[in-house]
């Protein structure tokens, strides 16, 4: 998904750094090295919410989506993307980083942080898939996935999961189509 730039109170919102991207990492298992190459791609929900129950639509809102539901442009999102990326390259950098797996059986995984206010800890979380790539290469220690980065948001609670794994048996599990759960 390609995301287009747009004006925004007279500000330009760039997105181009959400713009889809690969990256390759090795996971060793007991059957040997793997390296997977993932094409990862952000949906705009990384930078726009839902209006609330019974909110209405501010005059200077940019509307990004209108179905299955109206979302709008919010600044406190899309403020949080350069984290967001940091993020999702740590996954790739260490693959032994732990995810969890959520009951809506997509993977989340967070930053604790402290907001500037000085309130209490928040969490950053972000949301994803992953599926084996349609088209796999010939080298069989090379294996392709699809990761999509559905939402990314603050949150002051915890996201009740299922269970918690490296990053890097997500993909094995993926590749080889071993249930999750």
């Known amino acids: 998904m390609q995301h287009e730039n747009f004006h925004y109170n007279g ?4 997105l181009s750094h959400l713009g889809q991207t690969s990256a390759d990492f090795n996971w060793t298992t007991p059957n040997g090295n793997q390296t ?8 705009n929900h990384c930078y726009s919410r839902e209006l609330d ?3 209405d639509q501010a ?15 919010c600044p406190e999102r899309y403020g949080q993307t350069e984290r967001l990326m940091g993020m ?3 996954l790739f950098e ?3 980083s732990k995810v969890a797996l959520t009951h809506d059986k997509n993977w989340t995984t967070f930053q604790l942080y402290l907001p500037p206010e000085g309130g209490g800890q928040q969490r950053y979380c972000a949301f994803f898939r992953v599926k084996n790539s349609a088209g796999q290469p010939d080298d069989p220690n090379l294996h392709f996935l699809d ?3 559905e939402s990314a948001y603050v949150r002051t609670n915890m996201v009740q999961t299922v269970r918690s794994c490296p990053f890097g048996m997500v993909a094995h599990m993926t ?7």
């Open 36 to 43: 997977y190459r993932v094409w990862l791609r952000y949906s």
């Open 53 to 55: 129950e019974g909110e």
């Open 175 to 181: 590749k080889h189509q071993i249930r999750y759960f």
């Open 147 to 149: 990761m999509h980065v």
């Open 88 to 90: 999702m390259g740590t």
């Open 94 to 96: 260490k693959p032994t």
């Open 59 to 73: 005059d200077d809102a940019y509307v990004v989506e209108t179905t299955p539901k109206l979302r709008v442009y």
């Open 11 to 14: 500000t330009l919102i760039d």
